[in-house]
């Protein structure tokens, strides 16, 4: 039976510190306060070492807090009877899936967490073979994983999350091992869900490309937050991107330095196809 919280996952106050921390100048995580809504797509960025691990880890019940609490579907993440039903709102894929996948078939991985469940057979079949085929894994169901390539993998990956019926993907670098067409595979496949079947995300990215399409974007730096809101504005602030040793995207770098050359162009500019436009608008009027 789903809380029909107002959010799908909330912060409060929220603070981690791992043993032996005390030692650090900073906590892996403080003060953090965060709802995330149903079916929000949100993009976690921030350098090295700034707790966006950390914080998919306490969403999905692998850590629990030091101070303050996070709320699941109105579920505390503490609550010992709750942890199965937590980490299954909130399925999470890691960099590496070579970690993620355990089975000898693609089938049996994708089943893996429905066999956890003690479904019937019946049941769990037809819930493997819907998600292969909403993924488009059908032809691989009876291949080895460690036979796949990257993006293949990563998908299967999704696939065993996606079996649970999750509320919540949580994807850690998802696409950090793989090459551009398989990133720009599994970025389609989390892409799709999120807008057909409204499932929320939260993508973890050191690619400021991938973060584009987020409906917001929050920017960790020493376990703290330090900036949220909507691409066009965390993106283009490239003082703010560039004093935390982060990138933006081309466009955004490009527009910066044509903008330092003289160039008017509006501000706000994250795609490539809208400053090659507004380039195009400038030189027509020149
Ligand atoms: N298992 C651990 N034990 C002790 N300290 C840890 C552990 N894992 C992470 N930390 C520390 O907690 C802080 C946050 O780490 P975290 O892995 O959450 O950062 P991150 O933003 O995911 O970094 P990256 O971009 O490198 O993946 C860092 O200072 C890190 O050294
Ligand atoms: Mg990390």
Redesign the pocket.
């Given at each position: 039976m789903v809380n029909r919280s107002e959010f799908m996952i909330e912060a409060r106050e929220l603070a981690y510190y791992?043993?032996?921390?005390e030692k650090?100048s900073?906590p892996?995580?403080s003060g953090i306060n965060l709802a995330v809504s149903r079916g929000e797509y949100l993009a976690l960025i921030?350098?090295?070492?700034?707790?966006?691990?950390?914080?998919l880890?306490l969403f999905n019940a692998l850590l629990a807090p030091c101070e303050g609490e996070v709320l699941v579907e109105g579920i505390s993440t503490v609550d010992e009877n709750k942890i199965a039903e937590v980490r299954r709102y909130c399925g999470m894929i890691f960099q590496n899936p070579d970690n993620q996948l355990v089975a000898t078939t693609v089938e049996e991985d994708i089943a893996f967490g429905l066999e956890n469940m003690a479904l019937p057979s019946a049941e769990i079949q037809n819930k493997v073979i819907a998600v292969a085929h909403l993924l488009g894994l059908e032809h691989l169901l009876h291949q080895p994983p460690h036979l796949l390539s990257g993006g293949e993998k990563q998908r299967v990956a999704i696939a065993g999350v996606l079996a649970m019926q999750p509320h919540c993907i949580l994807m850690?670098?998802p696409t950090a091992m793989l090459d551009f067409t398989g990133r720009r595979d599994v970025i389609e496949t989390v892409r799709g869900l999120n807008r057909d079947q409204g499932i929320a995300v939260i993508h973890?990215t050191?690619f400021p490309e991938e973060a584009v399409y987020a409906d917001r974007i929050i920017i960790?730096n020493q376990?703290r937050l330090v900036m949220q809101g909507p691409p066009e504005i965390v993106l283009s602030d490239v003082s703010l991107l560039h004093s935390l040793g982060l990138q933006g995207p081309a466009a955004v770098e490009l527009a910066a330095l044509l903008r330092e050359d003289g160039f008017d162009l509006p501000p706000q500019l994250i795609h490539c196809r809208e400053l090659v436009h507004s380039l195009c608008s400038l030189e027509r009027k020149s």
């Open positions: 791992y043993p032996g921390e650090n900073f892996a995580l921030g350098p090295n070492g700034s707790g966006k691990t950390t914080l880890k850690d670098e973890v050191h960790l376990g």
